[in-house]
T-cell receptor, first 112, second 115 residues
Framework: QQNVQQSPESLIVPEGARTSLNCTFS?????YFWWYRQHSGKAPKALM?????GEKEEGRFTIHLNKASLHFSLHIRDSQPSDSALYLC????????????FGAGTQLIVIP | GALVYQYPRRTICKSGTSMRMECQAV??????VAWYRQSPQKTFELIAL?????????EQNFTQEKFPISHPNLSFSSMTVLNAYLEDRGLYLC???????????FGPGTRLTVL
């Protein structure tokens, strides 16, 4: 049974700061890892994904995945007020039919 | 591109009545559709996972008797909230999986208010 936990629950940072969001999972057979972002009043939308150990960078956003530690994280460089949103991590065993297991989310607020 | 539509976007119903919501995937063939509820406190709960040609799997605390789901083809799913009460309030989201990239695309949600 997959258990996905996110930390912290909420985070307030000043504009320009580096922000780190964490996600741990319990199923070592997990193969696909996503971060979703949900702006207030909108649907969650996939932000980034990673499928193998290591690091992946896209613009100001970086994902780190360490499968052995059952942990992945999202880092935001030079945080902007527009980054303020609910961030959800999601994990999947690798089947296109199977369930995506979501964490409860981290609410990020970036103050100008 | 891949899009997911949900309707209605908002609905208000009286306590004890039922309402039906729909989810449509456009631009891809969804192999599975997951229905979620996001409560006013922002808790994100999976209600059920529906896979075409397979039994619908409900999560603990959610039942077919309360949230019957229909998933007749690869682009359409509907869910009904039967006998809605205050605790059923929230944003109901459907997420449709694209088998080509494993990504789950979300619709904008149906916001349910129960009076």
């Amino acid at each position: 049974q997959q258990n996905v936990q996110q930390s912290p629950e909420s985070l307030i940072v000043p504009e320009g700061a580096r922000t780190s969001l964490n996600c741990t999972f319990s199923d070592s057979a997990s193969q696909y890892f996503w971060w979703y972002r949900q702006h207030s009043g909108k649907a969650p939308k996939a932000l980034m994904s990673i499928f193998s150990n290591g690091e992946k960078e896209e613009g100001r956003f970086t994902i780190h995945l360490n499968k052995a530690s059952l942990h992945f994280s999202l880092h935001i460089r030079d945080s902007q007020p527009s980054d303020s949103a609910l961030y959800l991590c999601a994990v999947n065993r690798g089947s296109a039919l199977g369930r995506l297991h979501f964490g409860a989310g981290t609410q990020l607020i970036v103050i100008p | 591109g891949a899009l997911v539509y949900q309707y209605p976007r908002r609905t208000i119903c009286k306590s004890g009545t039922s309402m039906r919501m729909e989810c449509q995937a456009v631009g891809f063939q969804a192999t599975s559709v997951a229905w979620y509820r996001q409560s006013p406190q922002k808790t994100f709960e999976l209600i059920a996972l529906s896979t075409v040609n397979s039994a619908i799997k409900y999560e603990q605390n959610f039942t077919q008797e309360k949230f019957p789901i229909s998933h007749p083809n690869l682009s359409f799913s509907s869910m009904t909230v039967l006998n809605a009460y205050l605790e059923d309030r929230g944003l109901y989201l459907c997420g449709a999986r694209d088998p080509d990239n494993y990504e789950q695309y979300f619709g904008p949600g149906t916001r349910l208010t129960v009076l």
